[in-house]
């Protein structure tokens, strides 16, 4: 993979711009599966059933395919597998159950809001960990991501919250931050194969004890759903979290928080193509936020805080 500077003055040019693109491409497959598991939902397809299908299915082609081609990647270094097995729990329970259950019991679009308050998660910490105030870009490029996502997802217009599926969406957005956090310390030591190699293999693991295995709805689901299950597998599981890893590498999770706010944007184009759903006046200003604030985190960079200024 090469050496991946740490974030900074000092991070490569070229690190960042392909970190943000990676962004980009995950936040379109993201786009895709909102859909896909709304529809899912929908059929009464258990989310719990969702979740471990997405992941058994999605190691055993990630680890296949890497035992084809990079055998080296299945290695994870023993001082890295405490944090990855973390990490592999925070994606089984967190953002991977904590997203479908809000899907399932919210409406899409107050879902993602809901989970797309990660960034500022993510902005806390940086700013907790290192004992600086943030950059006022960093803040900017935060707030009007989030705000963003509040004027795309319609979260006015909502007329009642379960609020299971509210503690869901917050225990996703707070699994998704602890998760980047980790994988971030990471970098230079581990290749991003291996890390979601390890994500995929506690996840599958965990989630093939609970429910059991051997009692999968498998005569109940129709071709379609088993269809939508595929979807779901590639487009919130394989391509998402193996783009996610590699960006993670790159770039500050700050940054990584606020690109990924572009995923509402494209659930909402997505759906206005394929479902002829018009986009209101608000919708149009909330994608404009969104893509502003990922602009300025990229140009301009969340990584590091300001120092505080000294007295004396």
């Not at 051997?214 to 979290?241: C, D, K, N, Q």
């Not at 960006?247 to 572009?262: E, K, W």
């Not at 394929?274 to 990922?294: D, H, K, N, P, Y």
């Amino acid at each position: 993979m090469g050496v991946i500077a740490q974030p900074g003055r000092g991070r490569p040019r070229s690190a960042s711009t392909t970190g943000a693109l990676l962004l980009v491409a995950a936040a379109l497959c993201g786009g895709i599966n909102g859909s896909i598991t709304h529809a899912l939902a929908s059929a009464h397809v258990d989310p719990v059933r969702i979740n471990q299908f997405r992941f058994l299915v999605a190691f055993t082609v990630f680890a296949a395919a890497l035992r084809v081609h990079r055998p080296e990647l299945w290695r994870v270094p023993r001082h890295a597998r405490l944090t990855l097995l973390m990490c592999g729990l925070l994606v089984a329970y967190g953002t991977g159950l904590g997203y479908i259950v809000a899907i399932a019991r919210l409406e899409v679009g107050v879902a993602l809001a809901l989970v797309y308050t990660s960034p500022i998660l993510l902005l806390a910490w940086a700013s907790i960990s290192t004992r600086r105030r943030p950059r006022p870009a960093a803040a900017l490029a935060v707030a009007l991501a989030v705000a963003g996502c509040a004027l795309v997802v319609r979260t006015a217009q909502v007329d009642r919250i379960d609020l299971l599926g509210v503690v869901a969406a917050f225990a996703c957005a707070l699994s998704f931050a602890g998760y980047v956090t980790l994988i971030g310390g990471l970098r230079e030591v581990v290749p991003a194969g291996t890390i979601v190699f390890a994500l995929f293999s506690v996840s599958a693991l965990v989630l093939a004890l609970w429910p059991p295995l051997w009692t999968f709805p498998v005569a109940r689901l129709s071709l379609i759903s088993w269809l939508e299950l595929v979807g779901v597998m590639l487009f919130a599981t394989l391509l998402p979290y193996s783009l996610i890893a590699a960006a993670t590498l790159r770039l500050p999770g700050p940054q990584v928080g606020v690109m990924m706010t572009l995923e509402p944007v494209f659930a909402t184009a997505i759906a206005w193509g394929t479902l002829g759903e018009s986009l209101s006046a608000l919708q149009l200003l909330g994608i404009a936020l969104v893509l502003g604030g990922a602009a300025l985190a990229h140009t301009r960079g969340v990584a590091a805080p300001r120092p505080a200024v000294s007295r004396g």
